[in-house]
């Protein structure tokens, strides 16, 4: 009895983990904080996820994913340290600030 309870203890545990990691994903960033700090220092090439200097490179879910800019790191790097005609925001935001609105940008990825 005393294993059977065990088993089940562990299965319950195993089928909480697996529901819990269906749930919409989880940003270590501060998604209202990095909608501000969008608003104010990346929506004037980036509205509505789109970019007004180079079209392939929205911040659509498609785009980030061809352009291999689809999670946190690559988003907090293309921010940090800029590329192409995008500048970096290192020493104007925060690395708190670059975290939250990378987690902005990839929560409103599949919404733009």
């Not at 989880?26 to 509505?48: E, K, R, V, W």
């Not at 020493?91 to 990378?102: H, M, Q, R, T, W």
Request: with cysteine.
């Amino acid at each position: 009895m005393k294993r059977f309870l065990s088993a089940l203890a562990l299965m319950f545990g195993a089928v909480t983990l697996m529901v819990t990691n269906l749930a919409a994903p989880a940003f270590a960033g501060d998604i209202a904080a990095g909608q501000t700090i969008f608003s104010a220092n990346c929506a004037a090439c980036h509205i509505g996820g789109g970019n007004v200097v180079n079209a392939a490179k929205t911040l659509k879910q498609a785009d980030l994913e061809a352009n291999g800019k689809d999670t946190l790191e690559a988003v907090v790097t293309q921010v940090t340290k800029g590329n192409g005609a995008m500048p970096s925001f290192s020493g104007k935001l925060s690395a708190d600030d670059i975290e939250n609105v990378a987690s902005y940008v990839l929560d409103q990825a599949t919404k733009w």
